[in-house]
């Protein structure tokens, strides 16, 4: 491939690499590093499996894999999704042991970073940003004690943060210098841009929408705040023809729309001939062109045909590596 136009180090999510239980983490880590990926992020579930299947408890398996990745040169940058944390009506302490157990692991892979997906237990969390931010330093303070960062991540379905403005602002209060943004191109797009419950795929007015919230972050990057933001995740939106409804075989009927997406239809960005269409390019003229972000850029693709056991890792790596191509020739 030719020269790049962006130097950014590039990770991949382990989910974006396959996701039938006969694809590997090893086998993940693998096609990661033959396709000039620099960096991984490690999905629990893909560590608990392999470790199963190795008879390795967690934290031995995960020296392991740090370990293994060293031989590939592929550098861990997180381990997630650490879900449903703050201002949940769980006891506190409870929570806190299990961030503790994600924590070790962290280490032990030698993350640096966990991922915290914003609050979307809808039954069994309250409203109380002030509340959230007290239970987010706690956890910061925690993870610091094992040299780990916090990535706070809005997500397009989150309960009371569903914007990266939003998110911002509960980093600001966090006041951790451990705690910073993971800002996902796919969140801001389903949330504000694309929706697929309409024939259109497109909410109104969206055009504008992005267009400022792109203004914003780049004003964001080039100022005060940028080091709150930890690394940028790009995918796709693939188009739903005729829309997500009732009848669809991704259709849930008690989920949110944009989590049916989410899980199931997000290639790796431009891919049209998947049915790729959000404005992926848009989001990296502007974050990674006019805002000159230099931070890790990480492929975050939930796509149903790598459920398939006929489906291989490599094929995925080399469909990212293909994508960041054509994003940097854009």
């Not at 259109?200 to 780049?218: H, N, T």
């Not at 990057?221 to 709150?228: N, Q």
């Not at 693939?238 to 199931?264: A, C, I, Q």
């Amino acid at each position: 491939m030719a020269s790049l136009k962006y130097d950014n180090n590039v990770a991949i999510a382990t989910v974006s690499l396959g996701l039938h239980p006969s694809h590997s983490l090893t086998e993940k880590i693998i096609a990661a590093s033959r396709n000039h990926f620099s960096g991984i992020e490690i999905v629990y579930s893909d560590l608990e499996a392999w470790c199963r299947t190795q008879s390795l408890p967690l934290l031995s398996g995960a020296r392991t894999i740090k370990a293994y990745c060293n031989t590939q040169n592929i550098e861990i940058l997180s381990l997630a999704p650490f879900k449903n944390f703050e201002a949940h009506t769980s006891p506190l302490s409870t929570r806190l042991a299990a961030a503790k157990h994600w924590l070790e692991i962290a280490q032990a892979l030698g993350a640096t970073y966990l991922q915290v997906p914003s609050q979307f237990d809808t039954e069994n969390s309250v409203d109380d940003k002030g509340l959230a931010v007290r239970e987010l330093q706690e956890l910061a303070d925690l993870a610091r004690e094992f040299g780990v960062s916090i990535a706070y991540e809005a997500v397009a379905w989150g309960q009371f943060v569903a914007t990266w403005q939003d998110a911002l602002k509960i980093v600001e209060k966090v006041e951790r210098m451990n705690f910073g943004l993971c800002w996902d191109a796919f969140h801001v797009l389903a949330r504000i841009w694309g929706d697929c419950t309409v024939h259109s795929g497109k909410i109104e007015g969206g055009d504008e929408a992005l267009k400022k919230s792109l203004d914003e972050f780049v004003t964001v990057l080039k100022g005060k705040d940028a080091e709150r933001v930890f690394y940028v995740q790009l995918s796709d939106g693939e188009f739903y023809d005729p829309p997500l409804k009732l009848g669809n075989k991704f259709w849930v009927e008690v989920m949110d729309s944009r989590l049916v997406w989410s899980r199931n239809t997000r290639p790796f960005p431009l891919e049209g001939e998947l049915g790729a269409y959000f404005p992926v390019g848009d989001v990296v003229r502007a974050v990674l062109g006019e805002a000159e972000f230099k931070g890790w850029v990480s492929f975050e693709i939930f796509d149903w045909r790598m459920r398939e056991k006929s489906f291989l890792p490599d094929e995925a790596a080399e469909r990212g590596w293909k994508s960041w191509g054509e994003l940097n020739k854009q």
